[in-house]
């Protein structure tokens, strides 16, 4: 069997992150649903099912097959993410504040995305660090308000989305 990668025609290389459209579209919903939600109350579920719903393009959205090692690196995020949840529910006292809760979740979900660069491209986990950073200051700055650090990270979320999204690769 002859497998050959796509190729870029402008350069005739293999694309390194043939699945970085689909993973653009899916944070530019995933974060407009957290923003709208600032505004209207349940839009971040809309957004969350949405974006879900939206990897059923990812085929179609990609620029070719993506190698073993990407999807491996995916699912170990994945993995990695509900470990963390699963951690987070443990150990995070039940009575702790809503707000502090959230922004655990922000940085589950930003340490998620770092070893999704090695699928999506370094992006990702620029991406990752800023979430990272942006809940770490919302919870050090107890009595912040919280749905400025929400914005930023939908803002985060959407303007990578887009920026992932219009790639060439």
């Not at 999506?120 to 660090?129: D, E, W």
């Not at 050090?140 to 803002?155: P, R, Y």
């Given at each position: 069997?002859?497998?050959?990668?796509?190729?870029?025609?402008?350069?005739?290389?293999?694309?390194?992150?043939?699945?970085?459209?689909?993973?653009?579209?899916?944070?530019?919903?995933?974060?407009?649903?957290?923003?709208?939600?600032?505004?209207?109350?349940?839009?971040?579920?809309?957004?969350?099912?949405?974006?879900?719903?939206?990897?059923?393009?990812?085929?179609?959205?990609?620029?070719?097959?993506?190698?073993?090692?990407?999807?491996?690196?995916?699912?170990?995020?994945?993995?990695?993410?509900?470990?963390?949840?699963?951690?987070?529910?443990?150990?995070?006292?039940?009575?702790?504040?809503?707000?502090?809760?959230?922004?655990?979740?922000?940085?589950?979900?930003?340490?998620?995305?770092?070893?999704m660069a090695i699928s999506?491209?370094?992006?990702?986990?620029?991406?990752?660090?800023l979430c990272i950073l942006?809940?770490?200051?919302?919870?050090?700055?107890?009595?912040?308000?919280?749905?400025?650090?929400?914005?930023?990270?939908?803002?985060?979320?959407?303007?990578?989305?887009?920026?992932?999204?219009?790639?060439?690769?």
């Open positions: 069997m002859n497998f050959k990668l796509p190729v870029n025609k402008s350069d005739n290389l293999p694309y390194s992150y043939p699945m970085v459209r689909a993973g653009g579209l899916f944070l530019m919903i995933f974060g407009a649903g957290i923003i709208i939600n600032l505004f209207f109350k349940g839009a971040f579920i809309m957004g969350s099912v949405l974006a879900v719903m939206s990897l059923m393009f990812s085929k179609k959205l990609s620029f070719g097959k993506p190698r073993r090692f990407q999807i491996i690196a995916l699912l170990f995020a994945v993995l990695l993410e509900i470990i963390l949840f699963f951690i987070m529910a443990q150990v995070l006292p039940a009575d702790v504040a809503e707000s502090v809760r959230l922004m655990w979740i922000l940085l589950i979900v930003g340490v998620h995305f770092l070893p999506f491209g370094p992006r990702f986990g620029i991406l990752g660090l942006n809940a770490l200051a919302a919870m050090v700055l107890i009595g912040a308000i919280n749905e400025l650090f929400l914005l930023v990270d939908g803002a985060l979320k959407f303007g990578f989305g887009v920026w992932l999204f219009k790639s060439k690769n």
